[in-house]
């Protein structure tokens, strides 16, 4: 099994940023990706960025040009750094990594991430 560990989450203004991190733990080798999904009240979970072992990355339209993805390697530990976050970014976050490419097969608890305007 593969245990996630979300930290970085708030309360910011709009226009502020945060950084969230996702430390991974226990079975790794299979881990193809790693990413983040959000979900906000009344609405479902959806993708925010993933990026792959090699590097590659995917941003969902909403976030491109001010949310990046990085992975240290060395720490197992998938970062989300946000900027210039508006209040319809405001929902809990959380990690994922699958094993396939397709579909998410663990997940963090959360964090929340709020934004006022």
């Known amino acids: 099994q593969v245990q996630l560990v979300e930290s970085g989450g708030g309360l910011v203004q709009a226009g502020g940023s945060l950084r969230l991190s996702c430390a991974a733990s226990?079975?790794?080798?299979?881990?193809?990706?790693m990413g983040w999904y959000r979900q906000a009240p009344g609405k479902q979970r959806g993708l925010v960025a993933v990026i792959g072992n090699s590097g590659n990355t995917n941003y969902a339209d909403s976030v491109k040009g001010r949310f990046t993805i990085s992975r240290d390697n060395a720490k197992n530990t998938v970062y989300l750094q946000m900027n210039n976050l508006k209040p319809e970014d405001t929902a809990v976050y959380y990690c994922?990594?699958?094993?396939?490419?397709?579909?998410?097969?663990?997940w963090g608890q959360g964090t929340q991430v709020t934004v006022s305007s």
């Open positions: 994922y990594a699958d094993r396939s490419g397709v579909l998410p097969d663990f």
């Open positions: 226990g079975r790794l080798a299979n881990i193809i990706r």
